[in-house]
């Protein structure tokens, strides 16, 4: 069976780091970018089964990232969940607007986010 | 001096071991900047290194189940601790839930809280304040004892960090320090302390209210807007026993956090503060009931626009501004009211909801009931004596047809302006 492809991308290195192994020891073939260049980057080329974006990076932010997944043909259906260290409840809500398909505020519970991630890939977008 | 310009003389050998000298120092300064700079990147570089070979196995940790030497590549190194502490502090940051317990019992099974508690005991405060600070971040209830003992250490900045520290720690032992130095306002910020306490949450709401029968009155007050700050249940039965306490400051701090925890079923005990003999009581009592889903107060705070005493009308016309629509519809209803001060109250709110100008602006409307409804609001208004407000909004008003309707009201007769 093929792994599941997923892309991690934030700015915050430890988050980037720990994201990446963890989701590594559950079997996922993870791909980081450090920026929203980058990012975009990873998802041209790695073709995702999962993207997990920060909110606030440099270049492009979450928002933006995520509604291009959206509007690019070949991406359209790939799950996002958004990670972000602000409160504003407007935040979640702008995330859902643009097409994230989950919003997890840090600091995460890291079972909780694999498991997001897991169904967010065997069950499809919701 | 001709010798001298000639590059001879002793005066010219002088000048030359002078100027050779200090370009000597020069350079050798130079190379001590360069080659400790050198130095700091090489440790910098070798620490990332060593960081990144230290990390996978101590992210499994957190995630996983076992002792935390399984976990470890290699034995620790010596001057490891501060990178596997970085490490730790930096995932607790970002992560929440059990990675925090984990990475406590890492703490506790490498021995790194025992090192810092020794350094608690070091000759130099800012060791101390430095051990305390990881102590607290390490969150370790076996360092209790010691920052315990840290809150009575003679610099300030060990104190504070110690108390911090015990905040983090959120067992009871290391609570009750806390609630005991509310109590000490004489050595500690009742702000600060307060600060430490709140941030613990529900855990401090416990140890308060075990202390607070042989608390002091200040204590009592500070604890009072503690409970309201935390926003717990749990003190909700004691916040309603104060509200008729002998002291009027714990009687109206009561209300207040009551207002703050937001339990509508503390509405009539609220009510009941709206009769209090203090006025501030009464203004904090209106200040409450606006915070609180439910209408049954209503009643109480239209009467409470009458009061003596401009706070309390003030903030009972804020609550029923609140209360949404049907404190808006109770609002108007004031409008009729015998009392005068009731009456500009409410128009006072009214005005700064926004409500009469979008009265105002239904003197336009194309259906009648509308229409009639805002035309009774205007000679309600006439009859209260605000015509200030509609005589400004007559001249200025951007609509032609308001302008003129608000005119023919008032018996205004205004200049001609462009439609």
């Known amino acids: ?126 | 001096m001709r010798r001298f310009l000639q590059g001879s003389g002793p005066m010219y050998e002088f000048v030359l071991a002078l100027f050779y000298s200090v370009g000597a120092v020069f350079a050798l300064l130079l190379a001590i900047i360069l080659i400790g700079k050198a130095w700091r990147e090489l440790r910098e570089r070798s620490l990332r290194r060593r960081r990144l070979v230290l990390e996978p196995g101590f992210f499994r940790y957190v995630v996983g189940q076992g002792p935390i030497e399984s976990f470890l590549p290699r034995p620790l190194r010596r001057g490891e601790q501060i990178l596997v502490e970085q490490i730790f502090f930096d995932l607790g940051r970002v992560v929440k839930g059990s990675v925090h317990e984990r990475a406590r019992e890492a703490f506790e099974r490498l021995g790194f809280v025992d090192r810092a508690v020794a350094r608690l005991r070091s000759r130099r405060w800012w060791t101390r304040a430095e051990a305390a600070e990881k102590l607290g971040l390490m969150g370790s209830p076996k360092a209790t004892a010691a920052l315990v003992q840290a809150m009575h250490d003679p610099a300030a900045e060990v104190r504070v960090r110690a108390a911090r520290a015990l905040g983090n720690i959120k067992t009871s032992q290391a609570l009750r320090p806390l609630v005991r130095a509310l109590v000490d306002p004489g050595r500690w910020s009742a702000i600060r302390v307060a600060g430490i306490l709140i941030g613990a949450g529900d855990d401090a709401v416990e140890i308060l209210l075990l202390e607070f029968p042989s608390m002091p009155l200040h204590a009592r007050i500070a604890a009072v807007d503690i409970f309201g700050r935390i926003r717990s249940l749990k003190a909700i039965p004691l916040l309603r026993e104060l509200l008729v306490s002998d002291e009027a400051d714990l009687r109206a701090r009561a209300a207040f956090a009551l207002g703050s925890i937001g339990d509508p079923s503390a509405a009539p005990a609220l009510v009941q503060s709206l009769s209090d003999r203090s006025w501030a009581v009464r203004a904090m009592a209106a200040k409450a009931l606006g915070r609180l889903r439910e209408e049954a107060s209503i009643p109480h705070l239209c009467q409470a626009l009458a009061d003596v005493q401009w706070w309390v009308r003030a903030n009972a016309a804020e609550a029923l501004k609140n209360k949404g629509e049907i404190g808006m519809k109770a609002l108007l209803g004031m409008l009729d009211a015998t009392d005068a001060y009731a009456a500009q109250q409410a128009v006072q709110m009214l005005q700064e909801s926004g409500v009469l100008d979008s009265l105002v602006s239904q003197l336009a409307a194309d259906t009648d009931p509308q229409r009639q409804q805002a035309l009774e609001v205007m000679a309600k208004l006439v009859k209260l004596r605000r015509t200030d407000l509609l005589t400004e909004m007559a001249h200025n008003h951007p609509e032609a047809t308001i302008r003129q309707r608000l005119a023919i009201i008032l018996g205004l007769r205004l200049e001609k302006q462009p439609a």
């Open chain 1, 1 to 126: 069976m093929r792994q599941h492809r997923i892309v991690v991308a934030d700015d915050d290195p430890i988050v980037v780091r720990f994201l990446s192994a963890i989701l590594k020891d559950e079997g996922f073939d993870v791909r980081t970018a450090d920026d929203g260049e980058k990012a975009l980057q990873a998802i041209q080329e790695h073709h995702p089964d999962l993207v997990i974006l920060d909110l606030v990076m440099p270049y492009h932010d979450g928002f933006e990232i995520c509604q291009r997944v959206r509007a690019a043909a070949e991406t359209r259906q790939v799950p996002v969940i958004i990670l972000s260290m602000k409160e504003k409840e407007q935040d979640a809500l702008r995330a859902f607007e643009v097409g994230a398909d989950d919003f997890v505020r840090k600091p995460f519970n890291a079972l909780e986010l694999v498991a997001r991630a897991r169904k967010l890939m065997t069950g499809g977008r919701g």
